[in-house]
Nanobody, 117 residues
């Protein structure tokens, strides 16, 4: 019932910036959290950043100070602004929407971010 579509991935040189966007559509419950996860080559999926419906944010230590997550509740979108990108940021980034009651997660198909040295 919920579909998430990511955009903004691409190739960028180390030190550059990129903005990822995610648009949610369908039957969306207002009380939800949204976030970005990533899976690097040969690595497990990890949480990059998350934001509650009220705007409370949480970041992985590896991206703290470089990435900024934001959301627009009226438009059902969430953005991830990435600055000072490093080669280790290379991964497929997935948009996530989490509903607490009943507990349920929705995922986008992912967008590839490649950072060259």
């Amino acid at each position: 019932q919920v579909q998430l579509v990511e955009s903004g991935g691409g190739l960028v040189q180390a030190g550059g910036s990129l903005r990822l966007s995610c648009a949610a559509s369908g039957m969306i419950f207002s009380t939800n959290a949204m976030g970005w996860y990533r899976r690097a080559p040969g690595k497990q999926r990890e949480l990059v950043a998350a934001i509650s419906f009220g705007g409370i944010t949480n970041y992985a230590d590896s991206v703290k100070g470089r990435f900024t997550i934001s959301r627009d509740n009226a438009k059902n979108t969430v953005d991830l602004r990435m600055n000072s990108l490093k080669p280790e940021d290379t991964a497929v980034y997935y948009c996530n929407l989490h509903v607490q009651f009943p507990q349920m997660d929705y995922w986008g198909k992912g967008t590839l971010v490649t950072v060259s040295s």
